[in-house]
């Protein structure tokens, strides 16, 4: 292996990032090595800095990043699938392919999988990161290496609009215009679903969603003081619905993106009967739901976490095909000696997407 640095972005503690030379990974027999060459940023991301870690602070420094691509550097004996100069994917939640969920075909939510910057396990944001051979989708050439860095969220919109069944002729809402909403647009888009709204509460990013992928996008209607939520949501839903040209019915999909307890309100009564609403948004983790038009209204209520087998070759294919054009998202690039600059870019919230170049060091 010809390469002596393996520089990274390490997570010291919260809010504290550093970039460090940290041992070269194992190649094990069915390993490849991956020179990683662009990294995403997410939400996640900025969680595990802000908070020093998910659920309990590290205990160790932890690699961050796990939207990631790069080309294979080294495979190990047992890898016939991949080659030295392959430019790949990495697929950053590594199942256990054991489990009742794993051999039902549901590996995103696998008993004992792994996540790449999840402690203990390091992260993508390197400049090298080796896993198992299965973990990696190669990706043609007319897939530029910003655009790389945003296959893993697109893989997720994917894994959305199978579990929604997005198809043509749908009409389609989503609360939530940052980069996931984008994505599940820009999917709902490429599937041919016929009218897509769009809601979010700042208004460059209603200007965003409606430049790029929505038929209709608008600033949520603002709850007056003392307001109940039902009533705020049934007024929201006939302004827009009446101002988007929709069947003041409802829509047939809501995917909540935002994680935010009006979008849930709003999205429940913007959906309608024999609908379906999806959770994607995270947001805290308790919210109040109007549980009583699930039954009323007999919802189909999703939830939709990370991505199953063929959603990374799907997303590979929406963009190589020109069916999903990510440029215009990406707002923002950092060279991977700049992630603390990187990771404040996402908290100001002011870009859409933000990607590190894990080799400009
Ligand atoms: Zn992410
Ligand atoms: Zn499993």
Redesign the pocket.
């Known amino acids: 292996m010809a390469a002596s640095t393996n520089n990274a972005c390490l997570l010291m503690k919260a809010m504290t990032v550093e970039i460090q030379d940290i041992a070269m990974p194992q190649v094990g027999a069915d390993d490849v090595l991956v020179k990683v060459e662009s990294t995403g940023l997410c939400g996640s991301d900025l969680h595990n800095y802000n908070h020093g870690g998910f659920g309990k602070p590290i205990t160790e420094p932890l690699v961050l990043g796990h939207e990631s691509a790069g080309t294979v550097s080294a495979v190990g004996a047992g890898v016939s699938d991949f080659k030295i100069g392959d430019r790949v994917a990495i697929e950053p939640t590594m ?5 009742f ?2 051999k039902t075909g549901k ?1 995103n939510v ?4 792994r996540q790449a910057s999840m402690a203990p396990t390091h992260g993508t944001l390197a400049q090298y990161y080796a896993c198992d051979a299965d973990f990696l989708v190669k990706i043609p050439e007319n897939v530029s290496w910003e655009e790389a860095g945003c296959i893993q969220p697109l893989a997720v919109a994917v894994q959305l609009a199978k579990r929604a069944q997005f198809s043509a002729g749908q009409t389609i809402a989503v609360f939530g215009c940052g980069p996931l909403g984008c994505l599940v647009m820009a999917t709902a888009r490429a599937y041919g679903v016929s009218k897509i709204l769009a809601f979010d509460i700042s208004q460059s990013r209603v200007d965003f969603a409606k430049k790029l992928w929505a038929d209709y996008a608008a600033v949520s209607l603002a709850r007056p003081e003392g307001q109940e939520y039902p009533e705020w949501a049934e007024a929201f839903k006939a302004q827009a619905l009446a101002a988007a040209g929709v069947d003041s019915w409802g829509v047939d999909i809501v995917v909540e993106a935002a994680g935010a307890e009006p979008c849930m309100h709003a999205g429940m009564a913007f959906v309608h009967s024999g609908g379906t609403y999806v959770q994607a948004g995270l947001g805290r983790p308790i919210n109040a739901f109007p549980t009583f038009s699930i039954v009323a209204k007999e919802l189909n209520v999703l939830g939709s976490v990370r991505y199953t087998a063929g959603c990374f070759q799907t997303a590979i294919d929406l963009i190589a095909r020109g069916c999903i054009d990510l440029k215009p998202m990406i707002t923002a690039v950092f060279p991977m000696s700049k992630s603390k600059e990187a990771l404040e870019a996402v908290r100001k919230g002011e870009d859409l997407k933000v990607v590190i170049m894990n080799q400009q060091v």
């Open positions: 199942f256990c392919r054991k489990c969920n794993c590996t696998c008993r004992q999988f």
